[in-house]
């Protein structure tokens, strides 16, 4: 898929406030820092679209972002950082939660995982929430261009070893980097091939 257009919609604290325009959503979530907001900007190819940051946390509100006139991208707030407020922290994970759940028009959703890090549990207890939930989600693994190919592998295949054992699903894994650009074809492949299975 080209992409020729990808605009900024509007940020929203939750789901009640979200767009009401359905269009067909994509969600990205994963731990702060992960790098959710840069594979928004490797697939649109536009540099400062989803704003990216050294802190974690960075995002904090559902982000909105029409592609092509068509369909959406949407950033999710990261999980796992412990330096916002408790409340707040709260209110973000249960809008989350909610969006991912409840939200109609949402068609798929990555999930983003470090390539460089050992099976998280706040990752793999997500996992089990998503696949309690029934969302239908693939995985990304991120950053892919710090380590190399091998390690990346090896770190993959612990991760079908030992998080996802036992749950039942088989998810689609994706490596990434946005300095490389390596996934963005395939990432872009499987969106476009989501969208026209209707
Ligand atoms: N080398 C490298 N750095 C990356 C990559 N993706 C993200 N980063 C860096 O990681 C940091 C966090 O990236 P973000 O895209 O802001 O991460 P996020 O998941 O949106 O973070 P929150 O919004 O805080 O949840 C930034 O410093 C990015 O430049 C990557 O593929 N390779
Ligand atoms: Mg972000």
Redesign the pocket.
């Known amino acids: 898929m080209k992409i020729t257009s990808a605009e900024f919609e509007v940020s929203s604290p939750d789901i009640r406030t979200a767009p009401r325009l359905v269009r067909p959503e994509f969600a990205f979530i ?10 928004i900007n490797l697939l649109t190819e536009k540099r400062d679209l ?10 904090r509100l559902l982000n909105f972002f029409v592609i092509n006139g068509k369909w959406r991208l949407v ?1 999710l ?2 999980y796992g ?1 412990a330096h916002v407020a408790k409340s707040e922290r709260f209110k973000f994970n249960v809008a989350v939660a909610d969006f991912l759940e409840n939200r109609e028009s949402l068609r798929h959703t990555y999930l ?1 995982i470090d390539s460089r890090l050992e099976p998280q549990k706040i990752d793999v207890d997500f996992i089990g929430w998503l696949v309690g939930a029934k969302v239908s989600f693939s995985l990304i693994f ?5 380590q190399s190919a091998n390690l990346t592998n090896t770190s993959v295949e612990r991760f079908k070893r030992t998080a996802l054992a036992g749950l039942g699903v088989e998810p689609r894994i994706f490596i ?4 490389t650009k390596a996934g963005r074809k395939d990432i872009l492949a499987d969106i476009t091939a989501r969208l026209a299975a209707v």
Do not use: E, I
Request: hydrophobic share 15%; net charge positive; glycine share 12%.
């Open positions: 994963g731990r702060s820092n992960v790098g959710k907001s840069s594979l989803a704003r990216v940051s050294d802190k974690p946390g960075k995002t950033d707030p990261g950082y983003l991120t950053k892919t261009d710090k990434s980097s946005s300095k």
